[in-house]
């Protein structure tokens, strides 16, 4: 929803929030004398960097040389490049806006185009930005990372440009008017800054101030209030956090009768506080510090993640509530319980549009929509939303909240395409925008869903994508993947690439619903935190063994994957049990849990890991840290790190310390570093194709013997 976010601290999907500058690891506690490898966190460094084209030089070698490799880079390119893909797009005034890349412009089109046009099936783009023309005009690798445009009327814009897809980027002002960066006008230097339009002359601020003005996380432990004109240094001082903290953001929300400016602390991942900014006083919006807090229009949403005694009333951790924001704030504890969570129900996200609320629930790991709409006495009545499918992963957002009830929703499911709808909150019928084509044959392909049964009795679902004449005789390659922290679910989707890279060559692909992610709320997500991460292990090791109990497959022909946190997990899968795999592939992982919270955004997962500067805490945390756990005398499989260079969330040193010291102690190991990327791993879609090629050329080698 477009309401006010009040952990503004990254979006987690496959990756990890952000956080941390490109630079070596903070200096105070840095010379480890057990740590034979820490030179390879000097990103940049010259013996660092020679040290990774050596190891892209043996990957590169072993993997791309084949002529299979050739042409599945090729298909995968086609994909991504393919103008048959959805233009997404979001409302901005009269406009719907897309970012696209494909092979004429690889870094990427900013353009718009009107509604009545985009539902046809070649719209006429008003490109506003190409990113290639501008970075090659200014000599620069921009990568795109989006815009902040202030309403009504969306003239005023912050662009924002990332070199080489790093989290770090420039805001520069750019005229909608006349299509051009404003002369003069705010321009922010190359940090993890926070902005938002107050007025045409007024910026909220947080950014890399000078010494101090960061928190260790490598975000902004200050929010100033910025006016044309002045110097940056002159900005006015409206909060100032811990540097312990993980970001300090100002927010000002714009609804038309409904102006309001906040303050967010971010004191860990998982806890905040909260203000209004009323008069140039600081008013404190009372909650649970853990309590997730949106505002919209004259409701305040609450979305607490442990159990809360309020007003008489006990409300579940994942539960939402709704109440009225000026009652709140004097005082009254009255809500309107929108969701209620059970142990296999969890709320999926919610989107207001001008007169309604859509909730949608992950019910079993299947969406569940519905409509609530405020009446005039204040309480509020639901039904399920009309029209809306009944198979598939869904989601739906509000068009416009403010002018209308229109809302967006897609479709989508492992082997379905995704189809974009436009639909009317209330009205049954569901206007079909645009579609997927079928990338790949999915003809026999089926979708089912399982459970394993975990160490402690819990039971773990998961999904299998197949051919229905499946042999159950061990010998099928599967790809086993997972995520399993920061309340990240994973759902059905449609992926045109994993499809042709592997479905079609009959592989089967497994997704595991594990502890620690999102699929049934917070205490999902918290029965695997910290001092219980083995949980999450634990459920990934039960789906492995069921699918070889199932005679899916065999470890031999059993590979896993995952990225970053995910990274995480298929490190701790290979020193864990690596009797049970042919192959791993970790991808921009966290690695080395020692030092985790010394390189860049590090410090601000904490709350989700441990300190280990705690010794109480490294007794646990070094169970799950597969840079300690590697061992000279274990046979391990065939493994695969790829990550970026660029990568300045997770620091690419995790992955390049792990594989030295796996080299060091002989054990088969392949490394590849792409330059750009960021912790996407990848600028652009060429660099995205032969990234994704070089994983499923080595999966294929391993486990399907090609």
């Given at each position: 929803m477009r309401a006010i976010p009040l952990l503004l601290v990254g979006l987690i999907s496959f990756i990890l929030p952000h956080g941390g500058n490109l630079v070596m690891a903070q200096t105070a506690t840095e010379t480890p004398s057990d740590d034979p490898n820490l030179w390879l966190e000097d990103v940049t460094g010259e013996k660092a960097l020679d040290w990774v084209k050596e190891q892209n030089k043996e990957s590169t070698a072993q993997l791309t040389e084949s002529q299979g490799f050739q042409q599945l880079e090729e298909k995968i390119l086609k994909i991504l490049n393919s103008n048959e893909r959805i233009p997404f797009v979001v409302k901005r005034g009269p406009y719907y806006y897309n970012f696209w890349q494909d092979g004429e412009h690889p870094r990427g089109l900013w353009r718009r185009t009107t509604p009545e046009e985009y539902k046809k099936d070649n719209p006429e783009w008003d490109v506003i930005i190409d990113v290639d023309a501008l970075g090659k005009e200014e000599g620069e690798n921009w990568v795109w990372h989006g815009v902040s445009m202030l309403r009504p009327d969306y003239r005023h814009a912050m662009v924002k440009l990332s070199r080489g897809g790093a989290d770090a980027d420039i805001k520069r002002e750019f005229d909608m008017e006349t299509r051009e960066f404003v002369q003069d006008g705010f321009y922010l230097p190359e940090a993890k800054s926070r902005v938002s339009w107050k007025d045409k002359d007024t910026l909220l601020v947080g950014t890399n101030f000078g010494e101090g003005s960061l928190t260790d996380s490598g975000y902004p432990r200050i929010v100033k209030e910025w006016k044309r004109g002045t110097e940056l240094e002159q900005a006015k001082t409206i909060f100032e956090g811990e540097k312990t903290d993980v970001s300090i953001t100002g927010v000002y929300d714009k609804t038309p009768g409904f102006e309001r400016e906040f303050v967010s602390r971010a004191i860990t991942f998982y806890t905040s506080k909260l203000w209004q900014v009323v008069d140039g006083d600081l008013v404190e919006i009372e909650k649970p510090d853990d309590a997730e807090v949106n505002v919209h229009r004259e409701w305040i949403f609450i979305q607490p993640r442990s159990t809360w005694e309020v007003g008489g009333q006990s409300y579940e951790p994942g539960a939402l509530l709704v109440g009225n924001y000026d009652d709140y704030m004097n005082g009254k504890r009255e809500f309107t319980v929108l969701f209620e969570p059970t142990d296999r129900k969890s709320l999926a996200g919610y989107s207001p549009t001008k007169n309604h609320l859509i909730v949608n629930e992950l019910d079993n790991v299947r969406n569940k929509i519905y409509l609530w709409t405020p009446g005039e006495d204040g309480k509020w009545k639901s039904e399920p939303m009309p029209g809306v499918p009944e198979f598939g992963t869904i989601s739906?957002?509000?068009?416009?909240?403010?002018?209308?009830?229109?809302?967006?929703?897609?479709?989508?499911?492992?082997?379905?395409?995704?189809?974009?709808?436009?639909?009317?909150?209330?009205?049954?019928?569901?206007?079909?925008?645009?579609?997927?084509?079928?990338?790949?044959?999915?003809?026999?392909?089926?979708?089912?869903?399982?459970?394993?049964?975990?160490?402690?009795?819990?039971?773990?679902?998961?999904?299998?994508?197949?051919?229905?004449?499946?042999?159950?005789?061990?010998?099928?390659?599967?790809?086993?993947?997972?995520?399993?922290?920061?309340?990240?679910?994973?759902?059905?989707?449609?992926?045109?690439?994993?499809?042709?890279?592997?479905?079609?060559?009959?592989?089967?692909?497994?997704?595991?619903?594990?502890?620690?992610?999102?699929?049934?709320?917070?205490?999902?997500?918290?029965?695997?935190?910290?001092?219980?991460?083995?949980?999450?292990?634990?459920?990934?090791?039960?789906?492995?063994?069921?699918?070889?109990?199932?005679?899916?497959?065999?470890?031999?022909?059993?590979?896993?994957?995952?990225?970053?946190?995910?990274?995480?997990?298929?490190?701790?899968?290979?020193?864990?049990?690596?009797?049970?795999?042919?192959?791993?592939?970790?991808?921009?992982?966290?690695?080395?849990?020692?030092?985790?919270?010394?390189?860049?955004?590090?410090?601000?997962?904490?709350?989700?890991?441990?300190?280990?500067?705690?010794?109480?805490?490294?007794?646990?945390?070094?169970?799950?840290?597969?840079?300690?756990?590697?061992?000279?005398?274990?046979?391990?499989?065939?493994?695969?790190?790829?990550?970026?260079?660029?990568?300045?969330?997770?620091?690419?040193?995790?992955?390049?310390?792990?594989?030295?010291?796996?080299?060091?102690?002989?054990?088969?190991?392949?490394?590849?570093?792409?330059?750009?990327?960021?912790?996407?791993?990848?600028?652009?879609?060429?660099?995205?194709?032969?990234?994704?090629?070089?994983?499923?050329?080595?999966?294929?080698?391993?486990?399907?013997g090609k």
């Open positions: 739906v957002g509000a068009v416009d909240e403010e002018v209308s009830d229109e809302f967006f929703l897609t479709v989508t499911d492992y082997t379905l395409p995704t189809t974009l709808y436009l639909g009317t909150a209330g009205d049954p019928a569901l206007e079909k925008l645009k579609s997927l084509p079928a990338f790949y044959d999915a003809t026999g392909i089926v979708v089912e869903q399982f459970e394993a049964t975990s160490q402690d009795g819990t039971k773990i679902p998961y999904f299998q994508v197949s051919h229905k004449d499946l042999k159950l005789d061990g010998e099928n390659a599967t790809l086993l993947y997972g995520y399993g922290g920061f309340e990240v679910p994973m759902v059905p989707n449609y992926s045109a690439t994993t499809g042709t890279a592997w479905l079609t060559e009959g592989g089967v692909f497994v997704v595991a619903n594990i502890r620690g992610g999102g699929e049934f709320g917070p205490k999902w997500h918290q029965a695997a935190l910290k001092e219980n991460r083995h949980k999450a292990y634990e459920d990934f090791i039960a789906v492995a063994e069921d699918l070889i109990a199932r005679k899916v497959t065999s470890p031999q022909h059993l590979g896993v994957m995952g990225g970053s946190n995910g990274g995480l997990l298929t490190g701790n899968m290979l020193v864990l049990r690596p009797d049970l795999w042919g192959a791993v592939v970790s991808q921009v992982p966290l690695l080395d849990m020692k030092r985790f919270h010394l390189l860049l955004a590090g410090a601000s997962w904490m709350g989700e890991y441990g300190n280990p500067d705690e010794p109480e805490q490294w007794e646990f945390m070094k169970t799950f840290s597969p840079y300690h756990l590697v061992e000279e005398d274990v046979k391990y499989p065939n493994t695969l790190f790829t990550t970026s260079t660029r990568d300045d969330r997770v620091h690419p040193g995790h992955a390049r310390k792990m594989v030295a010291r796996m080299k060091k102690m002989g054990h088969p190991v392949l490394y590849y570093e792409n330059i750009e990327g960021g912790h996407a791993g990848a600028a652009d879609n060429k660099q995205r194709a032969f990234m994704t090629a070089l994983t499923y050329e080595f999966l294929k080698q391993q486990l399907m």
